[in-house]
């Protein structure tokens, strides 16, 4: 499948836009990891997933699942963008009523499939999804966006060994590894590494891409919809967190990267200098 890289740049660019602009609403939020998977996202949302903006329940359409829930505010950014949920919501982050809570919930928002986290659930979700949509003999993908810090969760593995078992080709994880977590450094914390060879020891294809490359996601998107082989498909995406507003991506602790009030009107003012034509 061709791909407009251009568009998709501008697509990445509004991702990150209204995910700092959600921020500067409640002046706090995981903005680093929007920023940083805003690239993956765009490619799903306007590259390789069959949805519909204006019918996000279509039964054909390919599910997006967010084993992480604390990237709501990426999620919601893609949403906007491509046009499921109005961008005049995003005023409403995380506010009483809002359809877009600072946790995602499956039953506020639309086009959120799951209520991601604890975390390590999401693979397992996506493994029963895709039998189910093996028994109805959907076409549809899977996707299932998780972190590296899931890595760590037994139940990751437990659910990478049922998916080879039941050779579920329609099943695509997308690993965010930023090595970031909470207590520190994925790396340092538990090292999964080397992550994909343990992917492909599980029965999986597996690819390893920078996740800020739109050209090389677009290849690897393709490659794991279209590969041969009845066996399940991993995409670990190396990223970084904060991309695209250099202050923030400077910072040492960036889990929860901590923006000072003044400092929300001058990252949206950076992404606005760096709008792709």
């Known amino acids: 499948m061709s791909a407009d890289l251009p568009a998709l740049a501008r697509h990445a660019w509004g ?3 209204h995910a700092v602009r959600m921020g500067a609403v409640q002046k706090q939020g995981y903005v680093g990891q929007a920023l940083g998977v805003a690239d993956v996202l765009a490619v799903a949302y306007f590259h390789a997933m069959d949805m519909h903006a204006d019918d996000p329940e279509w039964e054909g359409r390919d599910r997006f699942l967010l084993s992480i829930g604390h990237y709501a505010i990426a999620l919601y950014a893609a949403l906007i963008e491509k046009g499921v949920i109005p961008a005049l919501e995003l005023e409403t982050y995380g506010t009483d009523d809002s359809r877009l809570p600072m946790s995602g919930m499956a039953s506020y928002t639309p086009g959120m499939e799951i209520t991601g986290g604890s975390l390590g659930q999401g693979l397992g979700i ?3 999804m ?3 949509l093996k028994r109805k003999r959907s076409e549809c993908f899977i996707y299932n966006l998780m972190s590296d810090g ?3 969760e037994g139940s990751t593995w437990e659910a990478a ?3 080879a078992h039941h050779a579920l080709d329609n099943l695509i994880c997308l690993v965010d590894f930023n090595n970031q977590q909470a207590d520190g450094c994925s790396r340092q914390v538990l090292s999964s590494e080397p992550v994909d060879q343990k992917f492909e020891a599980f029965g999986w294809y597996t690819q390893r891409v920078d996740g800020n490359d739109l050209n090389a996601l677009v290849e690897a998107f393709d490659r794991a919809r279209h590969h041969p082989e009845p066996v399940p498909r991993a995409i670990i995406c190396d990223t970084t ?5 250099p202050f923030l991506e400077a910072r040492e602790i960036a889990h929860f ?5 003044q400092e929300w009107a001058l990252a949206l003012d950076i992404l606005q200098q760096g709008k792709p034509q």
Not at 241 to 245: A, E, H, I, L, R
Not at 257 to 261: A, L, N, Q, S, T
């Open 15 to 17: 991702i990150r836009h």
């Open 126 to 128: 996506g493994v029963g």
């Open 130 to 132: 895709a039998l189910g």
């Open 150 to 152: 899931e890595l760590g």
């Open 161 to 163: 060994m049922s998916a």
């Open 241 to 245: 967190m904060c991309k695209g507003v």
């Open 257 to 261: 990267v901590r923006v000072d009030e």
